[in-house]
Structures are given as structure tokens and as C-alpha cells.
């Protein structure tokens, strides 16, 4: 597992059935991207990408999102969710050394 | 060839030449092209219904923040003509997708276009790119 990993999630704490909220996230990861060389030594450091990311809501999917190496180092989404009802939603992280980073957040609909 | 001091001084500037020549082999338009057709499968690409939102020009190429917005699109790839690996990201948007637009920040190694494909709930595709400028690449070296 790549050191320092760290997922942060902002997502609304409470909202009205039906509605549309906005989620942003980001984790911390190096994104290395296979091409940069290592200053000392010259030689190419090899490349370990978060390659996939998912968010779910009540194991429904909404947003599933095919990484490559352009994307930058703590990779940022924002995207928008609906919520019919009262749940938890789902953030998984996929590295490319097989690591799985996860995290979730409640969110109370009225 | 008789090695000469005029061959001599050729051979030694076709090689310094030759250094000066980008390290890595960077895409070409038609490796984006292929990249596409592996996204649409071949379908042919339309026009509009499609928004790609990126800065005119920026200063740093290691984080270029870029939202792409096409209501009704099932899938959205970006793509970036100058880089490396021109495919940047696929975003696949779920039942629960609030809307079908999203944000995220790239890399890109100098000034280049960037192209966002969107694949319709019909099955068809759209096409948007814009250019971005940009004063430092982003892709190591």
C-alpha cells in the first residue's frame, strides 16, 4: 500500500428526498505516473496510479470513473448524486498495486 | 565515406540534432483518434449536447481543472492530444448520477487540445475540444 493515503469526502449531512447534491472528494496519493525519473539515481520511477474510483449509494452505483495517468496527483472528483432516501454512501479507491482504499458518509433525508 | 574534418563535424552535429529530439514518444492525433474509435467502438461521432469546460490557458500543466457536462450521456471519456497516453479518464455515471457532469484535474504535457466523448443513452456519441494553453507541462522528465 502506497504510504500516506488519506480519502477525503464532503457530502451533505442532510437533504430532501429527490434531491441532487453535490459530492466532492479527494485523496492523497502520489499518481506516480511511470514516466518521471528519480533525480539521484536517473532511473524511471515506475508507475502506481489509483486507476479506478466508485461511489455508491445504499449499493447502488453513481459514478464510476476509469483513471489513467493524466490525472492528477491527489486526484479530486466532484460530481452530482440523488438521493431518494436516507443511507450511507460508498467511495472505493482501486490502486494499481492491488490496494483498495475505502470510505463512507451518512447522509439523513427528510 | 572518407572520414573528412567536414564529414566529422557533420556526423557530430546530426548527432547532437538527433539529442535534441523529444525523450518518449508523445501521442499524435492519431493515436487520440484511436483511443476514441476504442471508446465508440467505431460509431460515428456528432456534434454538440456536450459542454467541456477548461481554462483558456494554464500556467501549470500538473493540475488543469476540467468539468465536462453532457445531459443524457451514459459514459464520458476525455481525452488529451498531446500526452503521453492520450486517454485521461472514463467517467461512467450510475442510476443514482444526480446529473450527467463531472469535475476532476489533469495533467497535461504542454499546450494541446482536449477532447470529451460522450456516449448518449441512445447509443450515440458526441464530441467536444477545446485547446489549453499551457506554460509548464505536467508530465515529469
Known amino acids: 500500500m502506497a504510504k500516506g493515503v488519506k480519502p477525503r469526502v464532503k457530502v451533505p449531512k442532510k437533504a430532501s428526498a429527490g434531491d441532487v447534491i453535490t459530492i466532492k472528494t479527494l485523496i492523497s496519493h502520489k499518481m506516480e505516473s511511470g514516466r518521471r525519473k528519480d533525480k539521484k539515481t536517473g532511473e524511471l520511477i515506475p508507475r502506481n496510479i489509483i486507476n479506478r474510483f466508485t461511489c455508491d449509494f445504499n449499493g447502488q452505483n453513481v459514478i464510476d470513473v476509469e483513471m489513467g495517468t493524466a490525472i492528477s496527483t491527489n486526484p479530486y472528483f466532484e460530481f452530482e448524486a440523488k438521493v431518494p432516501e436516507s443511507g450511507e454512501f460508498k467511495f472505493t479507491w482501486y490502486d494499481d498495486d492491488g490496494s483498495v482504499y475505502e470510505t463512507s458518509k451518512k447522509i439523513t433525508v427528510s | ?141
Request: some cysteine.
Open chain 2, 1 to 141: 565515406m572518407e572520414l573528412t574534418r567536414r564529414n566529422a563535424l557533420m556526423i557530430g552535429a546530426g548527432a547532437f540534432a538527433a539529442t535534441l529530439l523529444p525523450v518518449g514518444a508523445f501521442a499524435t492525433p492519431e493515436d487520440t483518434e484511436k483511443a476514441i474509435a476504442e471508446f465508440t467502438g467505431g460509431a460515428e461521432v456528432g456534434e454538440g449536447g456536450i459542454t467541456l469546460t477548461t481554462p483558456e490557458i494554464a500556467e501549470n500543466g500538473n493540475t488543469v481543472p476540467i468539468t465536462v457536462d453532457a445531459p443524457g450521456a451514459v459514459a464520458i471519456a476525455i481525452f488529451a492530444e498531446g500526452n503521453p497516453e492520450p486517454k485521461v479518464c472514463t467517467f461512467n455515471f450510475g442510476p443514482l448520477a444526480g446529473s450527467q457532469s463531472a469535475s476532476t484535474r489533469i495533467r497535461l504535457a504542454g499546450t494541446q487540445n482536449v477532447v470529451a466523448v460522450a456516449k448518449m443513452a441512445d447509443g450515440s456519441f458526441v464530441k467536444t475540444a477545446n485547446t489549453v494553453k499551457v506554460t509548464i507541462g505536467g508530465c515529469g522528465g
